[in-house]
């Protein structure tokens, strides 16, 4: 993925980051306070049962004690017997006696109007009646409701059923389960019961909140319109709204952090070695005494996705601090012999010099790689030369055990860029090395530093007492070449001959040379 989509990416991830958790958070402000506030309705309608049910008991006790009376029927002791039942009986207003279903006097005295014994609208599960609505008999302007068993009755104050104190705008009603209405208290919300109790408000869109509490032929309901639950949004919100934010801050810093460890350089080059974005070019080696092309050096490149080609001097440290260079050598090698395994095996002669890094010359790991794959494109291993710079020798037995054993499978080992490091005579002489490329710098100085002049002379001598072969870098005019001739060095490379090449082109190079001398191309 390119710079700019991973940046587009990363900005779109912390945009929805930040404002995921904050909406989550608002969501989950509004349906917590939505919950609480229905677990308080739905403790409210359980109260209401609670508190119906008591006064049903109450009212039974009563009626229980009425129907052991012997007192003559409503005669002054049966009268003042009832109202001693009713003024000790928390729930229960007044008690009546009937005598062929008429009522004929009740705990205040004798009834001077008759009343019917009406229509029982329940009978509970002993027996005992309920008429909800009592015509004819009311309780200071208020409506009763009449429980009977035997020739008794008991007044109970509708109201008393949804007597709790609940909060501000929480309408409370008892009703039976068929609908009928009993008793309200608190905030009435006209409308709202009835609707309730025809199942309409089922709804997530109605405005308001119910809860619904059940017991026997009975139920309470509990209301509040929804605007009453803002309180208690505020109270979620208080800790909820900072808490997302926080959270959204954190994606954000999140999701930068992790752009730019992606967009970072060494992120970049872990994704090109994941897609093999390599490619090899070629810097053709001239045989010095012949002028023909005999071989050439690999040199990496990077092509990025924008199709820029990044230079190895740019990335190659990078990837050897990271350890990402083993997995580059490898594909160099593939590459490699991908490109130039026909033409190796057609000519004998040539070879090809691949770099190795630090890691793979103290690791020897590079070496199996490039048997299997010299192997699977039928080359001999003479024919790829292996360049390792002074850096290689940091562990110095492990260095020195890989050059052997590259010996031994039948690479010709060079060591690199030599003059720049602290290889000396005597240092050089206990590797098994069998080439020394003098570094560019040195053959700079050919014809032009009086002072650094003498030092490729001295480096050419001291490789020729090694008996080492020699092949000087950086030929960049014919003096050079002139001079490094005049001195038996073996090999040249430089942009005298060529730049480093693709591989069609290299081998276009290569073969346009096989018929040329030096003599020819120095006119
Ligand atoms: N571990 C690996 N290292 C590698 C690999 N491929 C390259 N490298 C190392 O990267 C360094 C830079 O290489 P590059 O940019 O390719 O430069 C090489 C030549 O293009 C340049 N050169 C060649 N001729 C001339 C010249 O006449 N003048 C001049 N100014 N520059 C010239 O020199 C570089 C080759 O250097 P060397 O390797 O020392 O022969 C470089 O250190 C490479 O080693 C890889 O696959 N693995």
Known sequence: MDRLKVALLGMVMATIGAAAPISLMAWLSWHVALRDEQAKLQSFAARVIERAELTATQAEAALGELSVLTAPPCSREHIELMRQIVIGNRAVEEAGYYEKQRLVCTSWGRVDRPVAWGHADYVGPGGVEVVTKMQGRVLNGEPVLALRAGSYDVLVNAGRFADVIADDGIHL???????????????????????????????????HLHAIAKRASWQAIAVQHKR????????????????????????????????????SPLAELGVAVRRKEFLVHYQPTIDLRTGRCVGAEALVRWRRPDGALVR????????????????????VVDIV????????????????AINLAADDVCSGRALAVITRTVGRHGVNASQIWLEVTERGFVDADAARATLARSRELGHTTAIDDFGTGYSSLQYLQGLPVDALKIDKSFVATIGIDAVSGPVIAHIIDMARSLQLSIVAEGVETQAQADYLRAREV??????LYSKALPADEFLRFYRSMQGSTDT????
Do not use: C, Y
């Open 173 to 207: 009603a008892f009703a039976s389960n068929d609908g009928n209405v009993i008793a309200e208290s608190g905030a009435r919300d006209t409308g709202v019961i009835a609707d309730i109790l025809m199942g309409r408000p089922d709804s997530k869109e109605h405005p």
């Open 337 to 352: 012999l991908r490109e130039m395994g026909a033409a190796l095996r057609a000519d004998q002669a040539l070879h090809i």
């Open 228 to 263: 009453d639950v803002l309180p208690e949004l505020r109270r979620q919100q208080r800790w909820m709204l900072p808490l997302g934010l926080f959270i959204g801050l954190f994606i954000v810093a999140l999701v930068t952090f992790l752009s730019h460890k992606r967009l």
């Open 490 to 495: 073996d090999f040249a490379q430089g942009w």
């Open 312 to 331: 190895p001097d740019l990335f190659i440290p990078l990837a050897e601090d990271s350890g990402l260079i083993q997995p580059i050598t490898d594909q």
């Open 520 to 523: 020819d191309r120095s006119g």
